[in-house]
């Protein structure tokens, strides 16, 4: 992976590693590691328990009221003081504290998503140096704001009595969710690490694009230079994909700040896509200042070249919501994303490409990155750009209203300019949006009521909130970001209202609501950014958090995992309707996935067939801060549950979406190809034994980059005289080639009353290279297959599927490392399971 990253002709000290640390007040400094945080130093000491066990939760809220001191002793050698000056760098500090160098106060942070380069030669000496970082807990450190207030703000996922949250520049969700736990913490949760800094140095690079077609890339960079000297240099550009854009400019450097704007033309450039659509092509770029001969300082920018237009205006169908890229307009197919982890320290690098790699095998093109947590990790983006995820980026507010006085306003505005500018090469960046559901909050969570906001008081909050989101942020992005669509909330339409048709929408008629899931198929917007449903992990999951005892929807340590109120009874309300009663708790957990895969695979299909209207389906949420109840897809531990698998099958480039429609059964063919392909549409009738009842097969022209009618078929006719609770319509797309594209199942009755038999099982292995494939065929239909080995790390390529009486189904298994006699020890310990046991025949 290629970093946009600084390098110094100099030396740098990493001060990650081993540090120490103490709570404050106490004499005893503790083993610790950087990045990280209070509550692991204290779990790696043995000092408490592991935080996501059981309902330790509850017995640890005592860290933050505490205030934690961290510090490091490092040597430096004479050589460092060669160096113009010397930078301590950190890249994150979460989040009140002092920095001290050698018992000097050196520098302060009140904002965990602002780095710092900070200034410190004239403190260090050398020899050993030691370098102290003193946190100050959050709760304490806030509270007399808000008891000068006199009122709590709205923060109503805030899991305490003050609200003191909003007070804090750090991760909302760090104070409790309706899907995460309230692990208040801090510490030193980014790199930190010493820089030489010479006399010249490159300080920033700022890509912008001015032309765009096939023809041709006209951009710009400006590159901002800090200088000891007033000086002749050179800066020589040099890029990897495109030689000839390769030159030398003379820069008359001046004492202080510099910036030079460099022009370039690149003929017949390559295009950056969104997956799925076409590569997503980057050119490398290599800035470095010279002096004589002497190269002072170099940059490295990565960048790709595209079009993209947020497109929110009024039409003939109300008010669009859609986003075109290189001139097309593309649906959206993904998810919101939140912290990996509550200690969001411990997302590697390694488990940020994990989510990649699930993110594009569930052939998804964008993820929100939501703003109730955090400005993502560097390499999150390199990522998304690499893979071509276009992303939605929050600014780090959600659900509540804010403060808006001077000293808020100031530490917001760096943190905008900060990570606007950290992000905003990125050819992933698709748009900014300053909140999540706030205006949806004034408008129907009736704050004042509950708050008991005299009418004075919340004409002063809404204000405020004007300040924020109508002018320090889009300021922001017009001064750092100019031409990047800014959103002031998300939504823009709400669920509560009859407004479908006005730009993007949260959806929560299902679940909150407590409406079926056929509401899908009705309640469809311009652009769903976010609707979902929750589900359990498996009983392979559950039982790494959890101990026996507690499996049962009321235990004491299930609710501790359990965030939303009504959600455990909600999850078995929905089910009493589609499924019969489990047997067992696993057989819940069980159920409880392929009721929340089924039941978003009915968004997720009426959303795209319903395109141009609507353009984009972002369900809640692909991954999990924690192991819970909650709406992911992914479960913490890695596994793929039910959901990540239908949407991969639903976000596929073609779908056949069947459904019905006024006693008739209707199928249509959605196709993101830009161009159109002639292929061939199968239809069968099967009975639940594989017998052939009827059949037909016509040829098609896909839609280029929409959707279009196949067929629609007069249930009474289709089915004649057959038992509709037997029987499954089968639809397949077949190219030219004779290629399957793509499939699609319909069922004619709810999963209780279909009359599955016991699956006769055939299953053959064969083991690879460091991986295992399996095909397995059945004499009758199987529903909802699931299969899984114990002790085996990874997701199968497909599970959670229908496997068709006669029908042969291959699934893979990556296995990293495995030689083939540990394979075939695992093989042993393959199991199964299906929707047939549910029924308890």
Known sequence: MITNSSTHYGQRLDLCGDWQFRQANTATWLPAQVPGCNFTDLLANGLIDEPFYRDNETKLQWIEQEDWHYQKRFNLSADWWQYQDIQLVVEGLDTFCDLYLNGQKLAESQNMFIGQHILCKSLLKEGENLLEIRFRSPIKEVLPQYQQAGFAYPAENDKSEDKLSVYCRKAPCHFGWDWGPRFVTSGIWRPIYLQGITACQITDTHFVQHQLDAAQARFSFSISMQSALAEQAILQVECAQAPQLNKQIPVQLSVGENVQRLDFDLASPKLWWPHGLGEAYLYDFSFSLLIGNQALHSKQQRIGFRTLEVVNEDDAMGQSFFIRVNGQPVFMKGANYIPGDSFVHRMTPERHAQDFKAVVDANMNMLRVWGGGIYQDEVFYQLADENGILIWQDFMFACTLYPADEAFLANVKREAEYNIKRLRNHPCLALWCGNNEVDMGIKHWQWP???GYSDALYARLKDDYIRLFDQCLPEAVAQFDAGRFYLRSSPIGFWEEDMDHVGNHHYWGVWHGEEPFSEYQKRIPRFMSEFGFQSFPLASSMAKFTEQQDWHLDSQVLKVHQKHPRGNSLIRSYMETEYSAPENFARLLFLSQVQQAEGLKLAFEAHRAAQPFCMGSLYWQLNDTWPA???????YYGRWKALHYQAKRSFRTDLLVIDEVQESIRIRLVSD????????????????????????????????????????????????????????????????????????????????????????????????????????????????????IDGAAGNFSDNFFDLLPGQSKRIHLALPGASQAEIEKLVVNTRYQSLFKEQGQ
Do not use: M
């Open 629 to 635: 109840a909650s709406w992911s897809g992914i479960d």
């Open 673 to 788: 190809r830009l161009h159109s392909i002639n292929a061939k549409v199968g239809l069968t009738l099967l009975d639940f034994s594989g017998n052939q009842l009827w059949q037909q097969e016509q040829p098609i022209s896909t839609p280029a980059n929409g959707s279009a009618e196949v067929a629609v078929l007069p249930r009474t006719e289709l089915l004649a005289a057959h038992n509709p609770s037997q029987v499954v319509l089968q639809a397949v797309l077949i190219d030219s080639q004779g290629q399957e594209l793509t499939d699609s199942l319909f069922y004619f009755v709810p999963s209780k009353q279909q009359a599955l038999s016991a699956p006769n099982l055939e299953v053959t292995s064969q083991v690879g290279e460091q991986s295992l494939t399996l095909t397995l065929q059945s004499s009758t239909l199987v529903r909802q297959c699931h299969v899984e």
């Open 449 to 451: 009521e509950k708050f």
